[in-house]
């Protein structure tokens, strides 16, 4: 639906828009708000809502500066997004609408009190309770639900008891790697390309394909904060659930192994998760485990790097000044982290950071971005000087950029590139210049992580995506180039080609599929209709990624389900191995057990991946 008639209103000066919305269905709705300027710059606002539940969003309409990929949760809310340009002019807003993203069923919204405002607007809901006593949605059944916390406690207690046995699979290292082809032993985990295809190679020689696991830990942290109107009662911080609160949430999954395990639920949490892990054929802990549950493992792991260095000005979203002595140094305090673990042989190598903001806008011009603003940038000093010694003098950029500059130093003051002549040259040499920005981005830090742990691998950044080359600049300096997935299919030309620039292999840090016939109301960035055809996803993702000579790895994101009422941010995601009630899915873990007994017959040739491609249905995820 358009609302034409808002864009005659002088958006900039207000500072909210909210509106109420309801819609009964089976699933979450995901509601976009996009606003479009007159030079047709674009952002899009993407806002969960739950099904049967009214719901009022707030957007602060300075979020349309684009500074902000991920925005705060007003009570109610699920996840906010933002997907577009890098900002919309506020002032020369041209057109307002309202739609949806398509779903697996027709259904109807209902929208009122669409409003704009000086100030936030108030938030008063009825209680409707939406979530059961074992932190599963209440109005919702389906084959498996837990329907009794004896039930439960039963089913953990017996399958920790068969946890006692240890696991040793055949075939397989101490350190995970198979023994169907060896290398030369370097004591840390390595590459190598064999001819045909490259390999991880661990600490004593075997070939390893990282099929691994994320965010291992006992369980999700619901957000209770702004979501009492939808919760059960709750028990007390201080008595016998107190490990289930974390700050402004509450962890139903911590909860059921307390009411399962006692006080030693922990202990009895890692036990059970082990013996799963080795169970399922997993040989790598992913990014963002616990780092209690990595010192109870005998498995490989992954370091996720805290801190990356930043600026107090950043240039667009998190991608700093560069060229400031602050950024060199906070990225040798950085690199420090690594010093602890450089002689630990189970670590695989370590992630520098997670999918960069700044990288979410396709043909982002960080030149033009950092010329726009007023803020007196290292950065800008450093792309005059770069002028300077290109062109000479003033008269030779003016010409250059059909420009009428009178001195260089008009650059650094905050321009409106609107009125400006078009001029390809001034565009190739922004484009040079981000290229530049982009390679001290990572080559700064990934250096110094270099000197102080030369014995791991640096596996990357893990970018959401790769919108075009100039995101590879200085990637060299991994010894593998990370990408998140979330496709029904590895992209092989483009992991090719990737390989080729940087003559690097690459890893896939998280991928997921979701079901609609469980118990969550959101299926996640990649859903099918049923948990058997998730497994079978899982089958297909994971044998063609092994078929690719330039992947050495695939991370699944995530062992447990997200909560009902969604996490610090708002998903809420069926995408998990094990549900809130700690139970896992059956049919998607015996396809993962056959896939990975699979892996290697298919990564050496000997099988060919499935060729059956899952049946996917519309996404809930942003």
Request: net charge negative.
């Amino acid at each position: 639906m358009d609302a034409k008639s808002i864009t005659t209103i002088a958006w900039k000066e207000y500072g909210y828009l909210s509106a109420d919305i309801y819609h009964e269905s089976h699933d979450v709705l995901v509601v976009l708000f996009s606003f479009i300027d007159r030079v047709d710059r674009s952002i899009s606002v993407h806002y969960g809502i739950l099904p049967g539940v009214k719901t009022r969003i707030c957007l602060p309409l300075k979020a349309l500066n684009g500074e902000k990929l991920f925005l705060d949760r007003f009570p109610g809310v699920m996840q906010s997004v933002l997907r577009g340009d890098a900002f919309v002019d506020r002032a020369g807003i041209a057109r307002f609408s309202v739609s949806t993203i398509p779903s697996l069923n027709p259904r109807t919204l209902e929208i009122s009190r669409l409003t704009l405002s000086q100030s936030i607007p108030s938030f008063q809901y009825e209680h409707t309770p939406y979530v059961d006593c074992l932190g599963q949605w209440a109005g919702k059944e389906w084959v498996d639900k837990t329907k009794l916390p004896s039930v439960l406690v039963r089913a953990l207690r017996k399958e920790w008891q068969l946890a006692q046995e240890k696991i040793a699979p055949s075939g397989y290292g101490r350190y995970g790697g198979w023994k169907g082809l060896q290398f030369v032993s370097t004591g840390f985990f390595r590459t190598e390309h064999d001819g045909q295809r490259w390999w991880f190679v661990d600490p004593d020689g075997y070939a390893l394909f990282s099929a691994g696991m994320d965010s291992i830990h006992p369980a999700e942290t619901m957000w209770v904060d702004g979501m009492d109107h939808l919760l059960p009662e709750l028990p007390t911080r201080e008595g016998e659930y107190r490990d289930a609160w974390r700050d402004r949430g509450y962890s139903f999954g911590i909860a059921n192994l307390i009411l399962a395990f006692g006080d030693e639920w922990h202990k009895k949490w890692a036990d059970l998760t082990e013996y799963r892990m080795k169970l399922w054929g997993m040989n790598t802990i992913g990014n963002w485990s616990s780092p209690e549950f990595i010192r109870h493992s005998e498995l490989p792991y992954v370091y996720p790097m805290e801190g990356f260095p930043m600026t107090a000005q950043t240039i667009f979203r998190d991608f700093p000044d560069v060229f400031s002595p602050e950024f060199e140094n906070n990225a040798t305090v950085f690199s420090e982290q690594l010093h602890a673990m450089r002689e630990d042989r189970r670590l695989v190598g370590y992630f520098m950071r997670n999918e960069p903001h700044w990288a979410f806008v396709d043909g982002l011009d960080l030149t033009e971005q950092m010329l726009r603003s007023p803020i007196q940038f290292v950065s800008k000093t450093h792309f005059l000087e770069w002028l300077k010694e290109k062109y000479g003098d003033v008269t030779g950029i003016n010409l250059a950029w059909k420009s009428d500059l009178q001195h260089f130093e008009d650059l650094l003051h905050g321009l409106n590139f609107s009125d400006w002549s078009d001029s390809p040259v001034r565009k190739a040499d922004f484009n040079a210049f981000n290229r530049i920005m982009i390679r001290r981005y990572v080559e700064v830090p990934a250096k110094l992580c270099k000197l102080v742990d030369p014995n791991h691998l640096n596996l990357g950044m893990r970018y959401a995506w790769v919108g075009s080359d100039d995101v590879l600049e200085g990637c060299e300096a991994f010894d593998v180039f990370s990408i998140n997935c979330y496709q029904m299919e590895p992209n092989r030309e483009q992991i090719r080609h990737i390989s080729q620039c940087l003559n690097k292999p690459l890893m896939i840090g998280e991928f997921h599929f979701g079901a609609a016939n469980a118990g969550l109301p959101a299926y996640g960035i990649r859903a099918v209709a049923t948990q058997e055809d998730r497994g079978a996803a899982y089958q297909y993702f994971v044998e063609q990624a092994a078929s690719i000579p330039e992947l050495i790895g695939v991370h699944y994101f995530q062992l447990n389900d997200q909560p009902v009422l969604g996490r610090f941010d708002g998903e809420n995601y069926q995408i998990g191995v094990v549900d809130v009630c700690q139970q896992p899915y059956h049919s998607f873990v015996e396809a993962m057990k056959l896939t990975h007994g699979r892996m290697y017959d298919i990564r050496t040739g000997r099988l060919d991946a499935t060729g059956v491609y899952p049946n996917e249905i519309p996404k809930t995820g942003f």
